[in-house]
């Protein structure tokens, strides 16, 4: 199992930037992949980035294309998202996840290890 915890959320204001990190911890010498998710309260969680496990494929939603860059450091077992451009309808609570895999997909059941989240609000 892999442990995560995001930071770098905040408040931002429209057209600003943010860069969440994900670290974890765990069982990281096992290959993965890793994504990051959103969601708003009372809504399903949405997919906005993945990488495979080099960092040279990488997925996209397209409602952040772009805007965003999902990137990682293997060697310090950290996922990123580089977040510039942000709109008002960014705002959720982001989480990162984990899939016990080389390459992840956009379906958050192909994810098996998840952080806690961080509130990311962009004000118009």
């Known amino acids: 199992q892999v442990q995560l915890v995001e930071s770098g959320g905040g408040l931002v204001q429209a057209g600003g930037s943010l860069r969440l990190s994900c670290a974890a911890s765990?069982?990281?010498?096992?290959?993965?992949?890793m994504a990051w998710f959103r969601q708003l309260p009372g809504k399903e969680r949405d997919f906005v980035a993945a990488?495979?496990?080099?960092?040279?494929?990488?997925d996209y939603a397209d409602s952040v294309k772009g805007r965003f860059t999902i990137s990682r450091d293997n060697a310090k077992n950290t996922v990123y998202l580089e977040m510039n451009s942000l709109k008002p309808e960014d705002t959720a609570v982001y989480t990162c996840?984990?899939?016990?895999?080389?390459?992840?997909?956009?379906?958050?059941?192909?994810?098996?290890?998840w952080g806690q989240g961080t509130q990311v609000t962009v004000s118009s």
């Open positions: 765990g069982r990281t010498s096992r290959l993965y992949a």
């Open positions: 996840a984990a899939a016990n895999r080389l390459i992840g997909g956009v379906v958050s059941t192909e994810y098996d290890d």
């Open positions: 990488s495979n496990w080099g960092g040279h494929s990488t």
